[in-house]
């Protein structure tokens, strides 16, 4: 039995739940959420608690099990308190500018790129910082990916785009000629 899958999920009172037909319905004070379960598992609410169960034990149904459990609980995280994930750009004249809902990279290349923010996600920008916020897990952290892809921190200088607090482990240089001539 799944140990993930087994554990109940507290709603609070300000979270309604609505399930018809696999379809799930989270609506928070932060907004509100949908996905389609389909009939992959039997899910229930009961007092206050989302139980998500298994309709046999076949070994679908248990690699799902705490896989959409952990989903839903995300989901009712996302509605009530929100996600957020920070970005941070290392490089001399590296920067980045709003413009409408659009950020503007300037990262090194002989033009800037253009990064369309999704519909969902709130970006704030604090020096060389990006703080992204939104309500779906999976949405925020697909978009701090993507913009972290267009400059990779690369192993030498350590230049370009990071999660904040990422660490990345830098290479050895070129150590020069150590003796004479070969």
Same mark, same amino acid.
């Given at each position: 039995?799944?140990?993930? #899958? ?8 300000? %979270?309604? %739940? ?12 932060? #907004? ?28 679908q149904q248990r690699a799902l099990h705490g896989t959409v459990r952990s989903l839903i609980a995300n989901m009712?995280? #996302? %509605?009530?308190?929100? +996600? ?8 001399? #004249? +590296? ?9 503007? *990279? +300037?990262?090194? *290349?002989?033009?800037?790129?253009? +990064? ?42 350590g230049k370009g785009i990071r999660y904040v607090g990422e660490i990345v482990r830098k290479k050895a240089g070129k150590a020069g000629k150590a003796g004479g001539s070969a």
């Amino acid at each position: 039995m799944s140990r993930i #899958g087994k554990k109940p999920i507290q709603i609070s009172d300000n %979270v309604t %739940v609505d399930i018809k037909d696999g379809l799930v319905k989270i609506k928070g004070p932060k #907004g509100e959420l949908t996905q389609d379960f389909a009939d992959k598992l039997k899910i229930t609410v009961k007092d206050k608690e989302i139980i998500v169960e298994r309709k046999d034990d076949s070994q679908q149904q248990r690699a799902l099990h705490g896989t959409v459990r952990s989903l839903i609980a995300n989901m009712v995280i #996302g %509605v009530t308190e929100g +996600f957020k994930r920070s970005l941070e750009l290392i490089g001399v #004249g +590296f920067r980045v500018a709003k413009k409408g809902k659009d950020l503007e *990279f +300037f990262i090194g *290349f002989s033009h800037p790129v253009i +990064f369309n923010i999704p519909e969902g996600v709130e970006c704030e920008l604090e020096k060389n910082t990006i703080h992204l916020q939104s309500t779906d897990k999976q949405l925020i952290g697909e978009t701090a990916a993507n913009i972290r892809k267009l400059k990779k921190p690369e192993p030498y200088k350590g230049k370009g785009i990071r999660y904040v607090g990422e660490i990345v482990r830098k290479k050895a240089g070129k150590a020069g000629k150590a003796g004479g001539s070969a």
